[in-house]
């Protein structure tokens, strides 16, 4: 059972405009969200996070949405840009990282 | 060298060979972590090495069996593999496990069986 889901494979933007990655979990144990951006040929890297003690976490471009009551987390770009484009993995944690499965973003001019 | 390698980047091995995937991080970190990745699955967590002491076996068949020899080198071997154990191998490594919410990858190895 999946702990973390991603139930979105792909999404597809244009340059300019926000992007939304979302993200829904089922155990209220988890105490830290992720978001992690991987290239192809690379591996996952850090984006941004936030604890479960917070609704939101801004860092430039990107922005962390958390709402406990939904299980639900989102990642917004804005604006997107073309080198964004990219697998983004929401991740979640307890005493281990637990991952969902990705979303494909495709940034177009 | 900065970050996390892993060697090599590609593998294609038979079901009777014995190979060894290779992990080095210098970042002077003292968690370490194997994952797996396969097509439209999640990343999943096959072993955690702390202070080169293993903390974790996520019910990997023994034909997977890690080595920390210390704590900037992880290995992973490999004998009498299944195709289905073909996949992406994803190294990282963190600061601590207190801090393993920031982990930092490899490239991976993309593993064929054949």
């Known amino acids: 059972d999946q702990q973390v889901k991603q139930n979105s494979p792909s999404l597809s933007v244009q340059e300019g405009r926000i992007s939304i990655l979302n993200c829904d979990y089922t155990?209220?144990?988890?105490?830290?969200f992720l978001w992690y951006k991987k290239y192809p040929a690379e591996g996952p890297t850090f984006l941004i996070s936030?604890?479960?003690?917070?609704d939101k976490n801004e860092d430039g471009r990107f922005t962390v949405f958390l709402n406990k009551s939904a299980k639900h987390l989102s990642l917004h770009i804005v604006p997107s840009q073309p080198g964004d484009s990219a697998v983004y993995f929401c991740?979640?944690?307890?005493?281990?990282?637990?991952f969902g499965t990705g979303t494909r973003l495709q940034v177009f001019p | 060298e900065t970050g996390v390698t892993q060697t090599p980047r590609h593998l294609v091995m038979g079901m009777t060979n014995k190979k060894s995937l290779k992990c080095e991080q210098h970042?002077?970190?003292?968690?370490m972590y194997w994952y797996k990745q396969s097509a439209k699955k999640p990343l999943e967590l096959m072993f955690v090495?702390?202070?080169?002491?293993?903390?974790e076996n996520n019910s990997v068949p023994s034909r997977f069996s890690p080595e920390c020899p210390n704590s900037s080198h992880l290995f992973l071997h490999l004998h009498t593999l299944q195709p289905e154990d073909s996949a992406l191998y994803l190294c990282?490594?963190?600061?601590?496990?207190?801090?393993?919410?920031?982990?930092?990858f490899g490239p991976g190895t993309r593993l064929t069986v054949t």
């Open positions: 990282a490594s963190s600061y601590s496990l207190a801090g393993a919410y920031e982990q930092y």
């Open positions: 155990n209220s144990m988890f105490d830290y």
């Open positions: 936030i604890s479960s003690i917070k």
């Open positions: 991740a979640a944690r307890t005493d281990k990282l637990i």
């Open positions: 970042l002077g970190h003292n968690a």
């Open positions: 090495y702390s202070l080169e002491e293993r903390v």
